[in-house]
């Protein structure tokens, strides 16, 4: 099986307390591919500018994730800087500049259309749901969107969370769009939106996922060293992604499993700058830590 994935492909400057990195690998779609890519085919649907590297095709190339649906535009790449803390929470924006994602127009390949798992990462809903047109009866469709989005255009994200299966987004994304500081009710209310699953990431504090059946904790992993959090939410997103789509899998069970994975994921991912550690990283290395997190969640 493969997965399909809509966003961004960026050029990041970060800066963080333990160093500072330039035109550096960044984007939803770069993190998620690369994550999803230890599970499952992933396809990519995205838009780069004239000036991005080769280097950096070459590493998507080297996982052998397809790229036919990546659009070269005249213009530059879409760029992204930004400042962390010591708290490593919430970067400081210093700087976003669209260039080419501005006019992002995704166009899905004909040959992409049948593809059984999609991945609408965070793009304006309006292009989320110019996706869901062109795609043909997936099984699952899963979305991330963030505050903006939330805030600047309620109505086309509730039309596309209305043709969605799961919702991944972060604790303060979860109580915007449901209006509801108490987490687990505005899960209530979020999945009344349309959603069969709500996953909600938490950073530090591991992620929750919501459904009719229930609710399920992930704790987060206890790092030692954490370098840069960009791209880790995205970066859980493929590894739940690319295990669902990898096994076929669409159970409470294999959701559960997927939160486990994606944290797995996730917690390797800030061990470095940009897709630095997942792009180095072995699978023997992420079934070791996923059986420590079976022992932190007590999932059998």
Known sequence: MSVLVVGSIALDNVETPFGKNEEILGGSASYFSIAANFFTDVKIVAVIGEDFPDDYLEMFKSKEIELKGVKKSSGKT??????????????????????????????????????????????????QLNVLTQVR??????????????????????????????????DSEARELAKESRITKAARIVLDMGPEVLIVKRGEYGALLFSKEGIFWAPSYPLEEVVDPTGAGDTFAGGFMGYISGNSLTSPESFKRGVIYGSVIASFTVEDFSVNRIFSLQKEEIDTRFGAFLKLSNLD
Do not use: C
């Open 78 to 127: 879409f760029r992204w800087h930004g400042k962390y803390g010591y708290d490593l929470g919430d970067p400081q924006t210093l700087g976003t500049y669209l260039n080419v994602f501005e006019k992002f127009d995704p166009e899905i390949p004909e040959d992409y259309r049948d593809e059984d798992y999609v991945f609408l990462a965070n793009i304006d809903p309006e292009l």
């Open 137 to 170: 009866s997936p099984t699952l469709v899963a979305l991330d969107t963030m505050n903006y989005w939330i805030e600047n255009k309620p109505k086309e994200l509730k039309e596309v969370l209305q043709k969605v299966n799961i919702l991944i987004v972060n």
